[in-house]
């Protein structure tokens, strides 16, 4: 994920991104590898991030790019539907709320979106950062998506997933290979950790469950793949 940062003291590069079920894995399988989610903080190119930060006074500045976009747009257009759209994203945003923030249907989104306008991008806004790790949870939070993880002796890792996948989709995050030869996942979930020494024990007490494809995943979910290609 590329979070953009304008106006915030945070440096640019790749950053850590280690929750708290993240951290018991790796507390209670030491394994020889831990792996969390990255992210890679940006100060330029906009357009190639998958959301914002930006401080409570530059917030103005980002509202008025995706006016100008919209007043320039609504002159061109032809199409009543569109200009209509667009319309009531312009009252949202004189109103000094982010277009992510507003109420409006999937087809009003798309077509916002095709205008690339900056501020349909899940966005947070702060007044300084005191602590990244709980500033990249609320973009998390804010770009719906989650993390499930895969865990063992050799690694622990965190992999992103949008909210709503299925089993099926969460393994080709992992490999390809696993998404074309799935057959069956086995799942279990971070908040069982303190009730199973292992992966074993979860299994014999029935903290593990075995699910087909269409497996919506849950946040924090483990998964282990049974596949054959």
């Not at 087809?107 to 709980?134: A, G, I, Y």
Request: charged share 35%; proline share 2%; net charge negative.
């Amino acid at each position: 994920m590329k979070i953009f940062n304008f106006g915030l003291s945070i440096d640019t590069g790749k950053h850590k991104y280690i929750d708290e079920c993240f951290k018991r894995l790796v507390d209670k399988f030491s394994p020889d590898k831990s792996s969390p989610y990255i992210v890679e903080v940006i100060d330029t190119d906009i357009e190639k991030s998958d959301a914002i930060i930006v401080s409570n006074d530059k917030k103005l500045d980002f509202v008025l790019i995706d006016l100008d976009k919209i007043e320039k747009r609504i002159l061109r257009t032809e199409d009543e539907k569109e200009r209509n759209i667009l319309k009531k994203c312009q009252k949202v945003l004189e109103e000094e709320i982010f277009l992510c923030d507003g109420d409006f249907s999937e087809e009003e989104k798309n077509t916002f979106k095709l205008l690339q306008l900056v501020t349909s991008k899940p966005s947070v806004v702060r007044d300084s950062v005191e602590d990244l790790n709980s500033l990249i949870q609320e973009v998390i939070d804010k770009s719906g998506i989650m993390f499930f993880f895969t865990c063992g002796k050799k690694e622990v890792r965190a992999w992103k997933l949008d909210k709503g996948s299925t089993a099926h989709e969460a393994a080709g995050c992992i490999h390809s290979d696993l998404k074309r030869g799935f057959i069956k996942a086995e799942i279990t979930n971070c908040r069982d950790l303190d009730n199973f020494f292992n992966m074993a024990e979860a299994k014999s007490r029935g903290f593990t469950k075995v699910v087909d494809k269409d497996y919506i995943m849950q946040p924090n979910d483990i998964i282990d793949v049974r596949f054959n290609v």
